[in-house]
């Protein structure tokens, strides 16, 4: 019997080559993208999932309530994890972590090294398996330091280097340090990147800081013994933050802070390691989002129900065809299940090739997708056990729902209805109907989402963001010699050159160079009995016109002999309240006051999805520069980066130069949204080429339906537009009603994800109609083509077919 079904299955399969041909391509294809999208989804998903114990690892967290509502921050002072320890109960392990840059030097090679700073806990907590070494206490030292297997190769060349010294530069000077294991490279899914790890009281800032509870430079995880929840330890951490954040509570108090619904003005909260990837802190509380796989996962399932709807729709339309088929298996006494089991077979046959074929696709275009939408997904995770049970899940609901619904609406059929060759249609027509109608709706929002998405990242990437971005070129000051003499030598160097307009230098980037590194400092300090919050950026003199930033009042620095004097900006200015700003004297330091000697425009020195914060200007030789900032002339811009170059070169011969114009750091900045946006393009373009494919298989099935009343129309005298008007209205109608149901829900989801922007576009009902005359455009391309060649046949031909 299922050799018979089989057997009969392949026939009716060739008898129809062109729907099958179209249902086999679109399904394949709808596959192999659902698989290269759901894998990236899961990529994302398992981020920090590889710890053993990270169901008992958490970030730390410090939320304050400010009187200008609440802040967290995950930057923490020096004192306050050997104190949790010492004091908390539930501690079971603590480290503080500094990720950081540092040049490593062995012999006469100078090397450029991600590195983080940690305590003694960190290779007990988290799953960085040792290799080599001291296994069970690494760290043992305040020397000793970790290798990666990549990190000792690009410095000594070789992982068999256990016991070796080498040096850091640490405050400006060579340190020696002893390699005291190797561990295994980390992993593309972990948050936690490094090539070297070493002791967090080697770290520069650690000697001046360690006893100062009001100086946060540095992350916390904790590790919680057994059985002791999150929540409880947050309870009990509360007398310990009354006891020594006790000024700072009553500086809130008195600055007018409101408390929190339990009463309280600061806290410590706890972020679980495997959310840590998705938290945000942004608009002062911790918030989890998980929204970007999920909308990954989500436009892969929307592209295959896609296909999958194409099928059902075909596979009903075809039922007109195979009434008789049906009526005479009836009248020999087939069964409705062996009916079923004849008509799902087919449908097996489909799904199997279909299948086979998207995931043949998928593993053939894997690196180019790796490329296109920069992730790191490999083969490996295909069989991995949960990919591959969603995938046999998914294929499960595929060949039970998609192809059994037609199946079982076919071996319902009357008997006698069938030997008619009638089928009574409206309720087939309109599953159909509702059917195609949701695929356009589909289509229609994912091709809106793609207008607003790259709408909003043009917007970003050519607002005026108040300096000068296009001449000005950003790189690391990674090399051996102090950051400060290194700036005065390029200005040197460079001085000739009639095409470098200034030199200078801070302690941040703006955007993000390709080192890949991002920091910010920020400070509070008493001004006339309160407390005001305030980024903090170290820069040399020229900082100001090297960025071409807009003085508003007062002056720039002039030389270094302002370095008792800060330049602020505007929002800095109003959080101040002075008529006259240039008349503050900010006690930055206790006991020395800085006179206010300029204001500059304000300037967007973060993303664009966060507001304009106050910045404090601050010349110091005794801190140290990170970036050097080189503005060039507009003409022969090439040339001058070769020149900033090959001086760069000719100081530090040992350092990588990894200079970048200040417009490419700022569109590094928006990588997330242009791969979210890739993806969404992809996808609408994808879908709408699913539709169009399930709307020309659906034109020629009733074409052929309606061919004898083609021919009797024209015979009557119907011109080829009117025929092809009838034709085509109620495919239209479809796309309209698609149009009318997918607006208000596109604008209501892309209003929502643009409230994520301080700085965004509008959503203009161009978008929308745009959206809207795209899809109708396509479905007339796709309809009309078959249409008109069915109105221009001759009718003669027409009334002879049966």
């Known amino acids: 019997m299922i050799k018979n079904y089989l057997k009969i299955a392949w026939r009716n399969l060739l008898k129809d080559k062109v729907n099958i041909s179209l249902n086999i391509t679109g399904l394949s294809v709808a596959c192999a993208v659902a698989i290269l999208l759901g894998m990236s989804a899961m990529f994302q998903l398992s981020y920090d999932g590889f710890h053993e114990r990270g169901e008992s690892i958490y970030k730390m967290v410090r939320t304050e309530q400010t009187p200008k509502g609440p802040k967290a921050g995950t930057v923490h002072a020096a004192p306050l994890a050997p104190t949790l320890e010492a004091e908390m109960t539930g501690v079971k392990h603590i480290s503080r972590m500094v990720q950081d840059g540092t040049l490593a030097l062995f012999g006469e090679k100078e090397v450029n090294m991600d590195i983080v700073w940690v305590d003694q806990d960190f290779f007990s907590m988290f799953s960085f398996p040792v290799l080599h070494g001291n296994e069970k206490e690494p760290l043992a030292d305040l020397n000793d330091v970790v290798f990666t297997e990549e990190g000792a190769q690009k410095l000594f060349g070789s992982t068999d280097v256990v016991g070796k010294t080498f040096n850091l ?15 295994k490279d980390i992993v593309p899914q972990s948050n936690l990147d490094f090539q070297i790890a070493a002791r967090f009281e080697s770290h520069r800032e650690y000697n001046e800081a360690k006893e100062q509870w009001d100086r946060q ?20 951490s509360r007398s310990f933050v009354d006891l020594y954040y006790g000024e700072g509570i009553e500086r809130l108090k008195r600055d007018g802070a409101t408390a929190d619904e339990n009463g309280r003005f600061i806290n410590l909260e706890l972020v679980p390691l495997k959310d840590v990837h998705f938290a945000s802190f942004k608009n002062g509380t911790v ?9 990954i996962f989500g436009v892969a399932l929307l592209i295959l129900f896609i296909a999958c709807i194409n099928y059902i729709n ?7 065809k195979r009434l008789k088929e049906i009526g005479m298996r009836k009248t020999l006494g087939a069964q409705k299940k062996q009916l079923f089991f004849q008509f ?12 086979s074929i998207g995931v043949v696709l998928s593993l053939v275009f894997l690196n180019d997708f790796k490329s296109m939408f920069n992730t790191q997904i490999s083969s490996s995770m295909f069989w991995s056990p949960m990919f591959l049970a969603g995938l046999l899940l998914s294929i ?8 059994g619904y037609p199946a079982l609406l076919m071996s319902r059929l009357g008997t006698i209805q069938s030997l008619k060759g009638k089928l009574e249609s409206s309720g087939n027509n309109q599953v159909r109907n509702v059917l195609m109608v949701f695929q356009f709706s589909i289509a229609i929002i994912m091709i809106v989402g793609t207008l607003v998405l790259w709408s909003q990242i043009d917007y970003m990437r050519n607002k005026d963001l108040g300096f000068d971005k296009e001449q000005v070129v950003s790189f690391p000051l990674n090399g051996k010699r102090n950051s400060h003499d290194m700036v005065d030598l390029l200005r040197d160097e460079l001085s000739g050159n009639a095409e470098i307009v200034s030199v200078s230098g801070s302690d941040s980037n703006l955007g993000l160079g390709k080192d ?16 005001v919050m305030t980024n903090f950026l170290i820069v040399d003199h020229e900082y100001v016109q090297t960025l071409g930033l807009n003085m508003v009042a007062g002056r720039n620095f002039e030389s270094a002999a302002d370095s008792l004097g800060v330049v602020i900006n ?26 206010v000697l300029g204001v500059v425009k304000d300037y967007n020195f973060k993303d664009l999805d966060r507001a304009i914060a106050p910045m404090t200007f601050f010349m110091s030789r005794q801190q140290d520069l990170t970036y050097g900032f080189v503005k060039v002339a507009p003409t022969n811009m090439a040339n001058s980066f070769v020149a900033l170059e090959n001086a760069w070169k000719k100081l530090e011969p040992n350092a990588d130069f990894l200079g970048s114009f200040l417009n490419e750091n700022i569109d590094r900045t928006f990588r997330q949204e242009k791969t979210t946006a890739k993806m969404i393009s992809s996808g609408s373009l994808l879908a709408i080429v699913l539709s169009c494919m399930g709307l020309f298989a659906m034109s020629l099935l009733i074409v052929q339906q309606r061919t004898k009343e083609i021919g009797v129309r024209k015979v009557i005298g119907a011109s080829v537009g009117s025929i092809t008007y009838i034709l085509t209205k109620d495919f239209l109608k479809l796309v309209l009603l698609a149009f009318i149901i997918a607006s208000p829900l596109s604008w209501y989801i892309l209003k929502e994800w643009l409230q994520n922007y301080t700085y965004r576009i509008d959503l203009s009902v161009w978008f929308f109609a745009g959206a809207g005359a795209i899809a109708v455009v396509i479905a007339m391309l796709t309809i009309g083509t078959r249409t008109i060649r069915a109105a221009r046949a001759n009718p003669v031909k027409s009334l002879r077919t049966e």
């Open 217 to 236: 430079y540095h992350e916390v995880f904790v590790e919680l013994k057994q059985g002791v929840l999150a929540s409880s330890f947050e309870q009990s």
């Open 516 to 531: 890949g590194s991002r920091s910010s400092s920020g400070i509070g300090f008493e001004y006339k009995g309160r407390i």
């Open 344 to 355: 799902w077979s087919e449908s097996l046959f489909v799904f199997i090739i279909s299948i």
């Open 396 to 403: 499960l609901a595929i060949t039970v729902v998609v192809g």
């Open 287 to 295: 918030e989890v989002s998980r929204s970007r796989p999920y909308l």
């Open 314 to 320: 075909m596979s009903i339309a075809k039922t007109a």
């Open 169 to 183: 530069m640490v405050n400006g000077e060579e340190k020696p340090f002893t390699v005291s294991a190797i561990a």
């Open 570 to 595: 505007e929002s800095m200015a109003k959080e101040l309240g002075e008529q006259d700003p240039l008349t503050s004297q900010l006690e930055i330091e206790d006991g020395i006051f800085y006179p």
